[in-house]
């Protein structure tokens, strides 16, 4: 295929070519999504419906249920529809959208977890200006810029007019993954146009890196905050309300900078699919159980909501 105007889809990775397989990894990614999305239906649910839990914390929590639920639908169902009808194919503008919302939920989860360390640090360093800083409109304005900034930089991928990954010219249509991946879309160039999308990556790490940073920081600062705290219980208390960010931020990072930051190969192996399967369902599946397991509050109202 001579360029990219050429080619009306992509072939996705199957992850066998037995039919029997492709049925199972159906009922498999099924059953994982079904169980992912009820988990944190439930916690925007709960967050929703309980007062006691309308503030600045859970608000940021429920933000992230959605992202989360939001991430793994732009990818699973169409994997499991490929298994289902033993396909492996994609159409270009669908691929196009999937590389816009996987970016889109990525970086909008990746700016409000940096948002949510902000905000334990303001509850525990501060906590007499907390809701004084952290009031409504704050918070609204707060979210609102996560997931514009989050949009904003996906189109940055994605749109020709910025030069992002479908600006450039593809030699071939065959993505070794089981969805469009930006890094898989790259070695399929053909033309120069591929660098500025590899620099506009670049720039894209040092962000992420200046992220990382921060939260870091402002751990550092959060835990010198709760050693000052004289009383065991003070302390035991706001661990408890900053370890379950912590938790999920560190597997969320672990997981994609595995993904990421490991060299791909050129021929797809099972490594490589199970790296990414690992890096697309755990954050999602992780973090409604952290959450409903280490926060006493979002406990008890799921179990009113389910009847316990």
Same mark, same amino acid.
């Given at each position: 295929m001579?360029?990219k105007?050429?080619?009306?889809?992509?072939?996705?990775?199957?992850?066998?070519?037995l039919?029997e397989?492709q049925i199972l990894?159906f009922v498999a990614?099924?059953?994982?999504y079904?169980g992912?999305v009820?988990?944190?239906?439930?916690? #925007?649910?709960?967050?929703a419906?309980d007062?006691l839990?309308?503030s600045p914390m859970?608000?940021?929590?429920?933000?992230?249920?959605?992202?989360?639920i %939001?991430f793994?639908?732009v990818? #699973?169902?169409k994997?499991?529809? +490929?298994?289902? @009808? +033993?396909t492996?194919? &994609?159409?270009?503008?669908g691929?196009?959208?999937q590389?816009l919302?996987?970016v889109?939920f990525?970086?909008?989860?990746?700016?409000?977890?940096?948002v @949510?360390?902000?905000d334990q640090?303001?509850?525990i360093?501060?906590p007499?200006?907390?809701?004084m &800083?952290?009031?409504r409109?704050?918070?609204?304005?707060?979210?609102a &810029?996560?997931?514009i900034t989050?949009f904003?930089?996906?189109?940055l991928h994605?749109t020709?007019?910025?030069h992002g990954?479908?600006?450039?010219?593809?030699?071939?249509?065959i993505?070794?993954?089981?969805f469009c991946?930006?890094?898989q879309?790259?070695?399929?160039a053909?033309?120069?146009?591929?660098?500025?999308?590899?620099?506009?990556?670049?720039f894209?790490?040092? @962000?992420?890196? %200046?992220?990382?940073i921060?939260i870091?920081v402002?751990?550092?600062?959060i835990?010198t905050?709760?050693h000052r705290?004289?009383?065991?219980q003070?302390?035991?208390?706001?661990?408890?309300t900053?370890?379950?960010h912590?938790i999920v931020?560190s597997t969320f990072?672990?997981?994609a900078?595995?993904?990421?930051l490991r060299p791909s190969s050129d021929n797809?192996?099972?490594?490589?699919?199970?790296?990414?399967?690992?890096y697309s369902v755990v954050?999602p599946?992780?973090n409604?159980v952290?959450y409903?397991?280490?926060?006493?509050?979002?406990?008890?109202?799921?179990?009113?909501l389910l009847?316990?």
């Amino acid at each position: 295929m001579s360029n990219k105007t050429s080619i009306s889809g992509f072939l996705l990775l199957q992850f066998s070519d037995l039919q029997e397989f492709q049925i199972l990894h159906f009922v498999a990614f099924l059953l994982l999504y079904l169980g992912i999305v009820s988990g944190n239906l439930l916690i #925007i649910s709960a967050i929703a419906l309980d007062r006691l839990l309308h503030s600045p914390m859970y608000f940021f929590l429920m933000n992230l249920a959605i992202q989360d639920i %939001g991430f793994l639908s732009v990818i #699973i169902p169409k994997s499991m529809a +490929n298994s289902l @009808m +033993n396909t492996r194919h &994609i159409s270009y503008s669908g691929c196009v959208a999937q590389v816009l919302f996987f970016v889109f939920f990525l970086a909008s989860s990746f700016a409000l977890l940096t948002v @949510m360390a902000y905000d334990q640090y303001v509850a525990i360093y501060n906590p007499l200006e907390y809701e004084m &800083i952290m009031n409504r409109n704050a918070c609204l304005q707060i979210v609102a &810029i996560v997931w514009i900034t989050g949009f904003l930089y996906s189109v940055l991928h994605t749109t020709g007019w910025a030069h992002g990954t479908f600006a450039i010219t593809f030699c071939s249509n065959i993505v070794n993954q089981f969805f469009c991946k930006i890094p898989q879309l790259l070695k399929l160039a053909c033309s120069d146009l591929y660098l500025i999308e590899m620099g506009v990556l670049v720039f894209s790490i040092f @962000m992420c890196l %200046g992220c990382f940073i921060f939260i870091v920081v402002t751990y550092v600062h959060i835990f010198t905050a709760v050693h000052r705290i004289r009383s065991v219980q003070g302390r035991k208390k706001a661990l408890s309300t900053c370890l379950p960010h912590l938790i999920v931020f560190s597997t969320f990072v672990s997981t994609a900078s595995f993904a990421y930051l490991r060299p791909s190969s050129d021929n797809p192996s099972h490594l490589d699919i199970a790296v990414t399967i690992v890096y697309s369902v755990v954050p999602p599946l992780l973090n409604p159980v952290i959450y409903s397991r280490r926060n006493k509050e979002i406990k008890n109202t799921v179990r009113r909501l389910l009847g316990f």
